[in-house]
C-alpha cells in the first residue's frame, strides 16, 4: 500500500514550504485527461534543467491539489485530532472531577467503559477520604450518598444536575460523553460528579450564616461599644423600671421624655427616645444606674463639638487675648512735658492712648510724663488659676473628696482611667476641655462625673490659692513691674535716638 498523503487538517510537509527549491509530485496513476494547452504546458515543465538532474515542477501545492490527492483510489487519509484519547474505536478517556466541598475537589481519569461499582466505589472513597473516614464502605451496599452529574464540555456552570443513582444512568452517562467527545475537537470533555445530600447541607449552612450576619448587622447600631449588647433575655424588673423612668423623665416643657445633660444644646434638655428609655431600664434592672444617672453608653455620653465661647455648664478656658503694639510717636520728652504742662488739646499734640489699667495706679510714670506703657493685662490670680510653684491636690485627693459627697457616684472606679490617661493631680484636669477629657479616657467617663471632676478640682485649687495668697500677690507683683520696666526702658532708648537726630537738624540749620 502507498505511503499515506497529507490530509486538509494536517500542514504540507516541509519539502514543500522550501521557496527555493520545489520537488516534482509524483503523477498518480489514473490521471484526469489533459487539454492540448495544458499537454504542452507539460511538455515545457518537464524538461530537465541544465544544472540539475531532477525535474522541478514550477507550481507550488495549493489547495486544489491538495484535495485532488486526497480524493484518489490508493491514498489512506489521516486521522484526524481529538482533545480526548482514544484507545478504542468508541471508546475516549475523560476527567472525572468528585466535589467534596466548595473549595475541595478530588480529580482522576476514567475511562467510558468503566462499570457502575467501579465508578461508585472510587467516588465514595474520595469523599470518604475528605471526612477522614478512611473506613468507609467499598462494597455495593445501599448507598449513603445521593450523587449527581454534569458533562463540562461546553459552559455548563449554571446547568442543573442530573440524577446518578443506578446503572442505567451511568451508561446514560457515558454515551452522551462519547457522543460529544467523538464531535469534540478543541475543548476536552469531562464529568463532575457531586454528592447532592452534601451540597444542601453547605448551602443551608451557607445561608444561615450569611442570615445571621444580616440580623447581627441591623441588630447592633454602628458605633456602639461591644460591651453593651443588648440581652435576649430581659429582666422581669425591667419593664417595671421602664414605667418609672418614664413618669420621671417626663418634661412638661417639651411634653415629652427629657434628660437634663449638660451636653445637650437644647437649654440642657436632651430627648430620650423609647430605645434609650429601654436600654436605661435594663441598665437599671441590672443595677448598673439609676433614674438620676444614666448608664455608661455612647447615647448618653455624647460631647458635642462646640465652640469654646458658647456658654454652657462646662468650665470654659480662660480666653487668651493678644495685644498688638501701635507704633511709636517720636516725640522728645521735653515737646510731651511742655504740652502736658499746657494742656495743649492741639492737632499737632501726640497721639494718646485709651485710658489704660496700671496696677501702679497713677497716669504719669515716675519722671512726671505721661505712661505711654501699652496696655497689659492684670496677673492677678483668678479663683481656679493654677500657678506650677504651688502643690495642689493629688489625684486621690480629688476623688476621695467626690466619693465622700456622692458614694454611689462611682467616682474612686475612675482611678485607673485618669492615671492611665497622664492624670495626676487636679491642675492636670482644669489644664484641658471637657471633650479632651471624654476623649483621653477609656472608657469613657460620663458627662455627669466630668462635670464633677471640674467642679470639685476648681474649688480644691480655689482653696489652695487662698492658703497662697500672699505668695500669689507678691508674685503678681514681681511679674508687673518687670514687664513695666522693661517697656520703660525701651521707651527710654527710642526718646533718646530721637533727641539726638533733632539736635543734630538744629545745628545743620545753623550752619
Known sequence: MPKATLSHRQQPPNIFKHSAMQLPLAHPTHSPPLTHRQVMHQDQCTRPPICCHMPVLPVTLTLRRLCYLRAQPNVVPAVAFRPNAEPQPGVFEVLATVLCTETVKREFTIRTDCTWDWIYSAVKQRLAEEDGD??????????????????????????????????????????????????????????????????????????????????????????????????????????????????????????????????????????????????????????????????????????????????????????????????????????????????????????????????????????????????????????????????????????????????????????????????????????????????LTHPKISPGQILALYSQAELMIAETNTEHADEIAQWEQCLTDTQLTSLETKDDTSDNGTEYDELAGDNSDEH
Open 134 to 439: 478512611s473506613s468507609s464502605d467499598q462494597g455495593n451496599a445501599a448507598p449513603s450518598v445521593k450523587l449527581g452529574y454534569k458533562i463540562t464540555s461546553t459552559d455548563t456552570r449554571r446547568a442543573p444536575y442530573a440524577a446518578l443513582s443506578t446503572e442505567d444512568d451511568w451508561k446514560t452517562a457515558m454515551s452522551k460523553v462519547s457522543s460529544i467527545a467523538a464531535k469534540a475537537r478543541t475543548r476536552t470533555v469531562g464529568i463532575e460528579i457531586v454528592d447532592l445530600v452534601r451540597q444542601d447541607k453547605q448551602a443551608k449552612k451557607k445561608g444561615k450564616t450569611k442570615k445571621k450576619k444580616k440580623q447581627n448587622s441591623r441588630k447592633r447600631a454602628r458605633g456602639m461599644d461591644s460591651d453593651e449588647e443588648e440581652d435576649e433575655n430581659v429582666p422581669e424588673n425591667a419593664t417595671q423600671a421602664f414605667r418609672e423612668l418614664k413618669e420621671h423623665l417626663a418634661c412638661e416643657l417639651h411634653s415629652r421624655p427629657c434628660y437634663i445633660s449638660g451636653v445637650a444644646s437644647s437649654g440642657g434638655h436632651a430627648y430620650v427616645s423609647n430605645k434609650n428609655l429601654m436600654l436605661w431600664a435594663k441598665a437599671m434592672a441590672r443595677g448598673e444606674a439609676t433614674k438620676h444617672h444614666p448608664p455608661h453608653h455612647l447615647e448618653f455620653e455624647r460631647i458635642p463639638k462646640t465652640p469654646r465661647g458658647q456658654q454652657g455648664p462646662y468650665r470654659q478656658l480662660p480666653e487668651i487675648h493678644v495685644h498688638i503694639r501701635q507704633p511709636k510717636t517720636h516725640h522728645t520728652k521735653r515737646r510731651i512735658s511742655t504740652e502736658v504742662a499746657q494742656g495743649s488739646s492741639n492737632a499737632n499734640a501726640p497721639r494718646t492712648r485709651s485710658p489704660q489699667h496700671d496696677p501702679r495706679d497713677s497716669s504719669t510714670s515716675p519722671s512726671g510724663t505721661p505712661s505711654s506703657v501699652p496696655r497689659i493685662l492684670p496677673n492677678e490670680a483668678s479663683a481656679c488659676k493654677a500657678y506650677s510653684w504651688i502643690d495642689y491636690p493629688d489625684l486621690d485627693q480629688l476623688l476621695s473628696a467626690l466619693d465622700a459627697e456622692d458614694p454611689a457616684g462611682g467616682f474612686l472606679a475612675l482611678r485607673e482611667r485618669l492615671s492611665r490617661a497622664s492624670f495626676t493631680n487636679v491642675e492636670d484636669v482644669t489644664c484641658i476641655s471637657p471633650a479632651m477629657l471624654h476623649i
